[in-house]
């Protein structure tokens, strides 16, 4: 929405990593240099931690994108708190490995042709496992005697480990001691300065296609750095509200007013929903307590259809902002920015002429400051998760192509193979007949 306001090609705050708007922080650029010391080293594991939103992922992203795919097969594991015993099916479906065989020796046998398969084509395999610090201790060490693999003292399987602060705590423990002797490396991400966050910013809208339009100001860039403490997913929040907040006010300039109005609607709608939320625990609390909730258990077992919602026809022009949005998003066109500015404008009188419908008519706009842009955020909210799930379709569609040019260069090795021992056999052939 406020993309197209502000005339940029994609949206430079989105939640979902993307390694095109990664920004090489010290931090960051430190961690990747581990990163690709491990990977030069060919073994061990390598561990790199960091608070929530600190930009794991995007880095892993980062060095995904990086690699050369000739000499290495990687593969991301994000399946948290996996037991040992789970834990080599997991690897052998990240690397689309089928095993022939049943049970672990089946699988363990798989693993391992697999990874002498791709040594055999000058291929190193490289697992990294995200959210590491859900592991149980007994996976980690299943992890270690998994690395322990090799060919003539060449490690064929080398491990990455990404998690929150508190994996870096449990490493330390006196139980560890084994797999903290294999770590080669390990690094702690920090958050932004001040300056890397102004540059965080700029970078990511410049991207975008930004051309200095809204303007942040430096005391609007100190603002967002105190709310967030530099650290990137909440820069990215925020950063999103603030230009969806420009775009809907008309506003070109992002300055520490504009900071201290979105930080306390977001602060509100934290507040509305932590309320709202405890009012329903209390009302279901009371109905348990005075018998009302209880029903019999053949209706409790019956499916029982929901009576709908009787909406008073609301006037020409009338309706709430958020049922216009709905409509806009399900028709041909993309709903504009003008779209949303009328919508809001009509909502004003449609709540007047709702107010005296009675309980049963349409739910008028919400009332308050900024009621009326929770009600766009919440739209938002919708069309990015369904951004995500587009992104995740193309991500398995990607793989499926990769898969089938593995296959595609296996086809020709094997057609090349045979066709030289076609030549060789000929040749052999016309030796005997001279």
């Given at each position: 929405?406020y993309?197209?306001?502000?005339?940029?090609?994609?949206?430079?705050?989105k939640?979902?990593?993307?390694?095109?708007?990664?920004?090489?922080?010290?931090?960051?650029?430190?961690?990747?240099?581990?990163?690709?010391?491990g990977?030069?080293?060919?073994?061990?594991?390598?561990?790199?931690?960091?608070?929530?939103?600190?930009?794991?992922?995007?880095?892993?992203?980062?060095?995904?994108?990086?690699?050369?795919?000739?000499?290495?097969?990687?593969?991301?594991?994000?399946?948290?708190n996996?037991?040992?015993?789970?834990?080599?099916?997991?690897?052998l479906?990240?690397?689309?490995?089928?095993?022939?065989?049943?049970?672990?020796?089946?699988?363990?046998?798989?693993?391992?042709?697999?990874?002498?398969?791709?040594?055999?084509?000058?291929?190193?395999?490289?697992?990294?496992?995200?959210?590491?610090?859900?592991?149980?201790?007994?996976?980690?060490?299943?992890?270690?005697?998994?690395?322990?693999?090799?060919?003539?003292?060449?490690?064929?399987?080398?491990?990455?480990?990404?998690?929150?602060?508190?994996?870096?705590?449990?490493?330390?423990?006196?139980?560890?001691?084994?797999l903290?002797?294999?770590?080669?490396?390990?690094?702690?991400?920090?958050?932004?300065?001040?300056?890397?966050?102004?540059?965080?910013?700029?970078?990511?809208?410049?991207?975008?296609?930004?051309?200095?339009?809204?303007?942040?100001?430096?005391?609007?860039?100190?603002?967002?750095?105190?709310?967030?403490?530099?650290?990137?997913?909440?820069?990215?929040?925020?950063?999103?509200?603030?230009?969806?907040?420009?775009?809907?006010?008309?506003?070109?300039?992002?300055?520490?007013?504009?900071?201290?109005?979105?930080?306390?609607?977001?602060?509100?709608?934290?507040?509305?929903?932590?309320?709202?939320?405890?009012?329903?625990?209390?009302?279901?609390?009371?109905?348990?307590?005075?018998?009302?909730?209880?029903?019999?258990?053949?209706?409790?077992?019956?499916?029982?259809?929901?009576?709908?919602?009787?909406?008073?026809?609301?006037?020409?022009?009338?309706?709430?902002?958020?049922?216009?949005?709905?409509?806009?998003r399900?028709a041909?066109?993309?709903?504009?920015?003008?779209?949303?500015?009328?919508?809001?404008?009509?909502?004003?009188?449609?709540?007047?002429?709702?107010?005296?419908?009675?309980?049963?008519?349409?739910?008028?706009a919400?009332?308050?400051?900024?009621g009326?842009?929770?009600?766009?955020?919440?739209?938002?909210?919708?069309?990015?998760?369904?951004?995500?799930?587009?992104?995740?379709?193309?991500?398995?569609?990607?793989?499926?192509?990769?898969?089938a040019?593995?296959?595609?260069?296996?086809?020709?090795?094997?057609?090349?193979?045979?066709?030289?021992?076609?030549?060789?056999?000929?040749?052999?052939?016309?030796?005997?007949?001279?």
């Open positions: 929405m993309e197209e306001y502000f005339q940029l090609s994609g949206a430079p705050f939640l979902n990593p993307d390694p095109r708007y990664f920004f090489g922080s010290r931090s960051h650029n430190k961690a990747m240099a581990y990163l690709h010391y990977l030069k080293q060919a073994e061990g594991f390598i561990v790199i931690t960091g608070p929530v939103g600190a930009g794991k992922t995007m880095l892993i992203g980062h060095l995904l994108d990086q690699l050369n795919r000739s000499n290495i097969v990687a593969a991301q594991l994000l399946t948290s996996v037991g040992p015993d789970e834990l080599l099916g997991h690897i479906s990240a690397f689309r490995i089928a095993p022939e065989g049943e049970g672990r020796t089946g699988q363990l046998e798989a693993f391992e042709d697999y990874l002498f398969d791709q040594l055999n084509r000058g291929r190193r395999v490289l697992l990294i496992m995200d959210e590491a610090q859900n592991l149980p201790r007994e996976t980690l060490e299943e992890l270690r005697m998994l690395s322990n693999i090799d060919y003539d003292g060449t490690p064929l399987f080398q491990v990455f480990l990404v998690g929150q602060p508190e994996f870096r705590e449990a490493m330390s423990a006196p139980n560890m001691e084994q903290k002797q294999r770590v080669i490396a390990s690094y702690h991400l920090e958050n932004l300065t001040r300056e890397e966050t102004q540059e965080y910013i700029l970078h990511r809208l410049a991207v975008a296609g930004w051309s200095e339009d809204p303007v942040f100001t430096a005391d609007g860039i100190d603002a967002i750095y105190v709310e967030t403490e530099g650290r990137p997913r909440r820069i990215n929040t925020l950063c999103t509200r603030l230009m969806l907040y420009c775009a809907l006010e008309r506003r070109h300039e992002v300055n520490a007013c504009a900071v201290e109005t979105v930080v306390s609607e977001m602060r509100e709608e934290q507040a509305g929903d932590t309320e709202c939320n405890s009012q329903m625990a209390e009302e279901t609390d009371a109905r348990v307590q005075d018998g009302s909730a209880a029903v019999p258990i053949e209706r409790a077992l019956s499916k029982i259809k929901a009576p709908k919602a009787i909406k008073a026809p609301a006037a020409d022009g009338a309706g709430n902002v958020f049922d216009r949005l709905r409509a806009k399900s041909p066109q993309p709903a504009t920015l003008e779209d949303v500015a009328s919508a809001i404008a009509a909502a004003s009188v449609g709540e007047k002429l709702n107010n005296g419908a009675g309980d049963d008519a349409a739910p008028a919400p009332k308050g400051k900024g009326w842009r929770k009600t766009v955020a919440r739209s938002i909210d919708e069309a990015r998760g369904e951004l995500k799930q587009a992104h995740a379709s193309m991500q398995r569609v990607r793989s499926s192509l990769d898969e040019d593995d296959k595609r260069d296996e086809s020709r090795e094997i057609i090349s193979a045979s066709l030289s021992r076609a030549e060789t056999l000929l040749d052999e052939i016309r030796s005997a007949l001279r």
